[in-house]
């Protein structure tokens, strides 16, 4: 369990941060040719599939934190927040990015 409340957070995000790229990876720059860019288009695309199922994770595993009894102290509860915000944020840019001409 506390294996799960420390990397989950932690994987949503570094899955999040090639979607915050995404118009770069539209269009990009000079020095992004070769295998820069073919490692970031390649962590881009597994992205797109892994932060919607991560975000659903997130927020099974917060609403399963907040309805669980109180035997035990409730972890906290930040990181997961920040991850689902980073991972909402992320996917919006995405499909703003998408749907730019």
């Not at 369990?1 to 994987?11: E, F, Q």
């Not at 990009?28 to 881009?44: A, R």
């Not at 009894?69 to 944020?89: D, I, Q």
């Given at each position: 369990?506390?294996?799960?409340?420390?990397?989950?957070?932690?994987?949503t995000m570094v899955m999040s941060a090639p979607l915050f790229l995404s118009f770069q990876l539209k269009r990009?720059?000079?020095?992004?040719?070769?295998?820069?860019?073919?490692?970031?288009?390649?962590?881009?695309v597994l992205a797109t599939v892994a932060v919607p199922v991560l975000i659903v994770a997130?927020?099974?595993y917060c609403v399963w934190i907040f309805t669980a009894?109180?035997?035990?102290?409730?972890?906290?509860?930040?990181?997961?927040?920040?991850?689902?915000?980073?991972?909402?944020?992320a996917y919006v840019v995405f499909r703003v990015a998408r749907e730019s001409v």
């Open positions: 369990m506390s294996s799960l409340n420390a990397s989950l957070p932690i994987v990009p720059p000079d020095f992004l040719h070769g295998i820069p860019f073919i490692v970031l288009w390649t962590w881009g997130e927020v099974a009894k109180a035997t035990r102290p409730r972890p906290p509860l930040t990181w997961h927040v920040v991850a689902l915000l980073v991972a909402t944020v």
